[in-house]
């Protein structure tokens, strides 16, 4: 089993659509955990910090269920810049992160 | 404020030829990393180096070679290029808190093609 999983999309949604991206992790020592945002051939950068209790970011949710080891990122009223690769990471004993292969979003006009 | 820099922003190698990655960050960051990612593969980690003087293999050590010549700067080298490590290469760097480190801040990459 990879070590973190996700939806590998794409995700192809209308403007305006509210769509949800699931991620799941292995290592139940895990303590951080981040969605990144990464554009076309540019670098990863972070998105939000993803807390035990939620949190919310604008239109951007994440929510962490440490029971189920299950991630999850929400984006509300899509807007055509929100298309990226959506990457959801997680810390390895707090010595460095280990990433997800990636959900590609494209949100159409 | 630059954050993090790695030249070059893209190289072609021959095959056995050998080339090193720079990469410096200017936010007094103690940790750094280099990661490659291949597509489906996201990114994987090559070393990191918690501290100045100290280095650690990560998941794809295999062919690379690095040094934290300061705490500015975290170089990777590649002895004997193959077309396997054709690649993009991502250098970051992180801050920590006291329940260990915080998000990464990521160079632009290189794009490497071995031929």
């Known amino acids: 089993r990879k070590e973190v999983e996700q939806d590998p999309g794409p995700f192809n949604v209308p403007e305006g659509a509210t769509v949800a991206f699931n991620c799941t992790y292995s290592?139940?020592?895990?303590?951080?955990f981040f969605w990144y945002r990464q554009d076309c051939r540019k670098e990863p950068k972070l998105l939000m910090s993803?807390?035990?209790s939620g949190n919310e970011d604008g239109r951007f949710t994440a929510q962490l269920n440490r029971a189920s080891q299950y991630i999850s990122l929400l984006i509300r009223d899509s807007k055509l810049s929100d298309s990226a690769t959506y990457l959801c990471?997680?810390?390895?004993?707090?010595?460095?992160?280990?990433f997800g292969p990636g959900t590609r979003l494209s949100v159409l006009p | 404020n630059a954050g993090v820099t790695q030249t070059p922003k893209f190289q072609v190698l021959k095959t056995g030829q050998s080339m090193t990655l720079q990469c410096a960050q200017d936010?007094?960051?103690?940790?750094m990393y280099w990661y490659r990612q291949d597509p489906g593969m996201g990114l994987r980690l090559i070393y990191y180096?918690?501290?100045?003087?100290?280095?650690d293999k990560g998941e794809v050590p295999n062919g690379y070679n690095v040094s934290r010549l300061n705490k500015r700067e975290f170089s990777l080298r590649l002895e004997s290029a193959a077309p396997s490590q054709t690649s993009v290469y991502f250098c970051?760097?992180?801050?920590?808190?006291?329940?260990?480190?915080?998000?990464?801040?990521f160079g632009s990459g290189t794009r490497l093609t071995v031929v």
């Open positions: 970051a760097s992180s801050e920590e808190t006291g329940e260990g480190i915080y998000g990464y801040t």
């Open positions: 290592n139940s020592a895990s303590q951080s």
């Open positions: 993803v807390y035990s």
């Open positions: 990471v997680v810390d390895n004993y707090g010595q460095n992160f280990v």
């Open positions: 936010m007094n960051h103690n940790s």
């Open positions: 180096s918690a501290s100045e003087g100290t280095t």
